[in-house]
């Protein structure tokens, strides 16, 4: 008789690794690249003016802003499994809508898009602080970014390659990533998290977290590093392409080059090993500055648009530098009892980021071209860059080890 026995992964799922979530932002970097080009130039399409379309992406952050803070209170009902497929099947409604093409189901889509960005944003996070440890998060993030590398590579430029060819085309991939990525989610089997402690109380409300966060200013910092970052993106990915577009140089332009940007994520490993032999207080410092210069070169509006558009790629890469290093003070800061909650405040990052680059951009629109908006850009990384002074000078270092043991602030790649 042949005794029958569960396969020992069926029985018991493996814990996922730091590879499985670098597959999981993969899948949704497809998701992603293939509409971060399309959206802009479907929304001057749509709405004719850049004032106008910077009005709709204010009132859209604000909304997006919302719903990631209301993510923890929401778990408290939904759990965290069947939060991350609601986000997937928002994104799966975002680009149905958006295949239609009118100008305010192009606006939901939008909208709908922004909020499954920041409803699965929350649960990744929230699972790469229960699954990973602390001294493996640089290099999380680092694979994070190198396996998101094709999709943010090959999808800006394709994106709107497909979109001239016919409109729907590029929602339906990037529905169908949504898609695959749902399913890469369901085979890794994360569930809810693990379970720290038993809660003695209910869970608190979004304005009471949001007070423990205030308290901390290792996390207001390291937030706000992520705010001014993201800031900078949005000037990049948004308004570039509408600068593109307003100097005669077409839409592809856009896309092309975000996709050459993206390219520099396969560069991340090499770039790990710059911060290595350095510190995490002097990457972002080096991050910040050198982007605070080269925007505020490109938004004197003194250049040739082709010499504009070169030094906003340059910034692009320093940016890059940024997204890899940049959340480290924030997430090193997180308590275990607290990952859930912070991770739903570290996450509004990009609808802060969604309200304030548009906001200012519609003001300064009011005044000034679309170069504008890059100088406010510079503008911001110089207050990023005064911020980073309350950075420790060792911040990332191993601990409990003898100092002549270290070789650099993230030794052997792993940081504190």
Partial sequence: MFERRIPEWLRHAPAPSVRGFAILAGCEAVVRGMLVSVFPVA???????????????FMIGIVSLMAGLLVPFLNRFIPRRWMYVIGCFCY??????????????????LALNSIATVTTFVCFN???????????LGRCETQRLFYSALGW????????????????APFIISASAAGVMLLVFTYMRMGNGKLI??????????????????????LVAGWLFAVIRSC?????????????VGNGMGAQLGGAVMSTTNAALFLTPFMLRWIQARSIRQSVRTGFATCAVLFGIAGLGITSPWVTI???VAASFFLILLDICGGLPFLMAVKPSERTEMSAVYSSYRDVSGIATPGGAWLVLLVAPVTGVFALAGAGCVVALLLTAKLHPRLGEARLKPDNELNGPLAAGKPA
């Fill in 153 to 168: 590579t090959i999808g800006p430029f394709a994106g709107v390659i497909l979109w001239d060819w016919w409109h729907p």
């Fill in 92 to 109: 799966i409604a975002g680009c149905s809508s958006a295949m239609v093409g009118t100008p305010a189901l192009t606006v939901l889509a």
């Fill in 232 to 244: 900078g993106w949005w000037a990049y990915i948004v308004y570039l392409p509408i600068y593109a």
């Fill in 126 to 136: 929230s699972y790469v602080l229960d699954y990973i440890a602390r001294i493996e």
């Fill in 310 to 312: 070169a030094l906003l």
């Fill in 197 to 218: 402690t038993k809660a003695k109380r209910p869970p608190p409300n979004p304005v009471a977290y949001l007070g423990r966060f205030f308290r901390q200013p290792r």
């Fill in 43 to 57: 929304m001057l399409a749509a709405l004719g003016d850049a004032a106008r379309i910077s009005s709709v992406y």
